[in-house]
């Protein structure tokens, strides 16, 4: 078994002193409510450094004096406040084989029960070996984030009454709803229903979501809408220069001139007339299609050196993430004569995606999710770090995305350049875009605040 569980104090964000700490809104909440809950097991079938809102249950619950174990694959370092709190461990298991996960189509959906049955009992020996079993005064809390749900609500639940615990899911999504429209989708989703009707408390992310799952599967559900963690919030000017400084050097020195005058002292400063730094992460999955960001910027690329475009600033697009279709993309990306759009792709550390965020001017999310339920967490981060977004629409995403008042919402790629070009003309100085950064936090609570409003009572009642 991998450990990972090293003491240390929690650093508290000080970079803005009117958001309280994790530990006063923990102090007001126990004059409150005393919990009898010892422990908590969290699990998902995912990589637990990509999942963030897995991570801050994680945090939440052990600031609270719980000791937290999560249960998934661990192909990257999650946020050194995860991995080095005294209360939490990491428990990877091993993923299924790579042939399970064959890219052709008929040969995937053959080999699926395998992949089921390797889940079930790789997770299953796992849950029993680490869940403790305190009787049936349901003591410890076991945390599945769902998707995918199958088969791993059913062996959730078979270890919560082995082991008298309290089940909750949390329902990002459905799992059926990853499989489009066929006929092994409508067998899912019937599975999926009737296991998630088996937990005893449910957790959804969006007000949408909460409608579907008590109309689909009579599953009553609470929302618990994704927000980011106090560290997020954005950085102040003098961390941002020196961040960006640093990022660009190592990058690409040639664009540290474009962004950066030193004065006769010494002193390092942005200039007036710098590029507009946009950032996307995104999975370089077909649920997130990258061929409209890059349509857009062609357009934009081609409209700032025509005759009408010369109010419009040089673009520097920073993409992070990992995915399939990277390789293909950056080829596409490398045959374009560009002009005015610089375009960095970079895999970034846990505790650096905040700070290039911080950075940033404009944010752009492709997800197109697969329900139409589920919101973005790299929305909610970016809206973390003041930043507005450029997001594709979807049905739920008017839940966090207002357009015109945040951020702008698009379905096409002419849409997109458009709102680029309508958030760059006269930067910085662009009013549109000042408005909606203006806008990004108005009664934002972070994950914290939140968390303790909705989740920490409803465990203690």
């Not at 507009?276 to 992460?281: E, K, N, P, Q, R």
């Not at 293909?328 to 965020?357: G, M």
Request: proline share 6%.
């Amino acid at each position: 078994m991998f450990q990972i569980a090293n003491a240390a104090k929690i650093v508290q964000n000080d970079n803005l002193s009117t958001i309280p700490t994790n530990q006063q809104l923990i102090n007001n909440n126990q004059q409150l409510f005393t919990c009898n809950m010892r422990n908590a097991t969290i699990i998902v079938i995912g990589d637990i450094g990509h999942s963030p809102r897995t991570c801050n249950q994680a945090f939440s619950l052990a600031s609270h004096g719980l000791k937290v174990n999560i249960v998934g694959y661990l192909n990257s370092k999650p946020h050194p406040k995860i991995i080095n709190h005294e209360n939490i461990r990491i428990s990877p298991i091993s993923q299924p084989p790579s042939f399970l996960s064959n890219n052709n189509q008929i040969l995937r959906f053959l080999l699926l029960p395998l992949k089921f049955i390797w889940i079930f009992f790789i997770l299953g020996i796992a849950l029993i070996r680490i869940c403790k079993n305190d009787g049936k005064d349901k003591n410890n809390l076991l945390l599945l984030q769902n998707p995918p749900g199958i088969p791993t609500i059913f062996v959730c639940y078979i270890v919560a009454k082995l082991k008298g615990m309290f089940f909750l899911i949390d329902w990002h999504n459905y799992t059926f709803s990853m499989f489009g429209k066929s006929s092994i989708s409508q067998l899912i989703a019937g599975f999926e229903g009737f296991c998630g009707r088996l937990s005893d408390l449910n957790l959804c992310v969006s007000n949408t979501m909460k409608n579907d799952l008590l109309k689909r599967w009579n599953i009553n559900s609470t929302v618990l809408y994704d927000r980011p963690p106090s560290w997020f919030f954005r950085s102040i000017a003098s961390e941002k220069c020196e961040f960006l400084n640093k990022f660009l050097a190592e990058k690409e020195s040639e664009l540290q001139n474009l962004f950066f005058t030193e004065s006769p002292e010494g002193a390092i400063t942005l200039r007036e007339d710098r590029p507009l730094i946009m950032v996307s992460s995104t999975s370089w999955t077909p649920d997130e299609d990258f061929s409209i960001l890059l349509s857009a910027l062609q357009g934009y690329n081609e409209y700032s050196q025509s005759d009408k475009g010369y109010l419009l600033p040089k673009l520097l697009v920073i993409i992070t993430g990992k995915g399939p279709q990277k390789q293909l993309y950056l080829e596409k990306i490398s045959t374009i004569p560009w002009h005015n759009v610089f375009i960095l792709t970079d895999w970034l550390k846990a505790e650096d995606y905040p700070k290039i965020l911080s950075c940033a001017d404009i944010g752009v999310c492709l997800h197109a999710s697969t329900s139409g339920f589920d919101l973005p967490m790299k929305v909610v981060d970016m809206f973390g770090s003041k930043l507005p977004v450029l997001a594709k629409r979807f049905p739920a995403i008017p839940e966090l995305v207002k357009d015109g008042v945040n951020g702008i919402l698009f379905d096409k790629a002419e849409e997109l350049e458009l709102a680029i070009i309508r958030i760059s003309e006269k930067f910085p100085k662009n009013e549109v875009l000042n408005e909606l950064k203006s806008n990004v936090g108005k009664d934002f609570k972070c994950w914290e605040e939140n968390w303790e409003d909705i989740v920490w009572p409803m465990l203690n009642d």
